[in-house]
């Protein structure tokens, strides 16, 4: 077991991430490359070893989900559920908390915890990634092109492409902004083109880190000779993707 370093060694563990990250830190002897369980986005602003996730939760990144740190954000989050969502996407279970743990998304896809019968904890799912709920992982045949996988005017239930993301957001409120309407909605990308779900590291060239926008490169490409850029303030960015210039 790791601490949030990743290197200090905390025997017994005190946090759930701690397991996590004898595998998914800084340790040695690990896999240097993915299995493919799935689409693996490839981030504007990544850790040099792809399969270490501290740096995207580390107390000094820009943006990320609260697994290391208690939730913080400059921004106010209106799409943010009081409660989580049990299984059958209807039925209220834990209390949004100031923090929350690996296994929120990387979960049994039939756990007891949140109204299935199945084991607790990540032994296996049906979802790519050992995720508990379905979220689907846009991909292009060459970054810039159209996107192969869409889900235009998507399903928003337990049974939708984004289920998992409606476990803990509101997404006809998400769905409801400029941005995400049009790329969501209209075109159904993926929320994953724009956002890396752990976080975001730090800022580097014209990304800034906030909001979780840290671009797919499998899937965007540069605009002409201009870097690929995010501006929160304005809501712009720089960029190739599914076949338009922005």
Not at 88 to 105: E, H, K, L, Q, Y
Not at 166 to 172: P, Q, V
Not at 202 to 210: D, L, M, Q, R
Not at 218 to 231: F, G, K, L, M
Request: with cysteine; glycine share 10%; proline share 9%.
């Amino acid at each position: 077991m790791s601490a949030v370093d990743g290197i200090t060694p905390i025997k017994p563990a005190v946090n759930q991430y701690e397991i996590c990250l004898r595998c998914h830190g800084t340790s040695t002897g690990k896999g240097t490359t993915a299995i493919d369980y799935g689409p693996l986005p490839r981030r504007t602003v990544a850790p040099v070893d792809p399969l270490n996730i501290l740096p995207d939760f580390a107390l000094t990144a820009n943006s990320g989900h609260p697994v290391m740190r208690d939730r913080f954000s400059p921004y106010p989050q209106p799409s943010l559920l009081p409660n989580m969502m049990s299984l059958d996407g209807v039925t209220a279970a834990r209390p949004m908390g100031a923090r929350i743990f690996c296994s929120d998304c990387h979960n049994s896809d039939d756990n007891r915890e949140f109204g299935g019968t199945g084991p607790n904890g990540p032994h296996g799912s049906k979802f790519n990634h050992i995720l508990e709920r379905r979220y689907e992982i846009s991909t292009a045949t060459t970054p810039g092109t159209d996107l192969l996988n869409t889900y235009p005017n998507p399903d928003l239930s337990v049974n939708g492409p984004y289920a998992l993301c409606a476990k803990c957001h509101n997404l006809s409120l998400v769905l409801s902004s400029g941005p995400h309407s049009r790329h969501v909605g209209e075109i159904g990308a993926s929320c994953s083109v724009c956002h890396s779900s752990h976080g975001v590291m730090g800022a580097s060239g014209g990304i800034s880190g906030e909001r979780m926008v840290n671009f797919d490169l499998n899937v965007v490409a540069p605009n002409a000779s201009s870097p690929i850029t995010y501006n929160r303030a304005t809501g712009n960015c720089t960029l190739t993707c599914h076949g338009k210039g922005h």
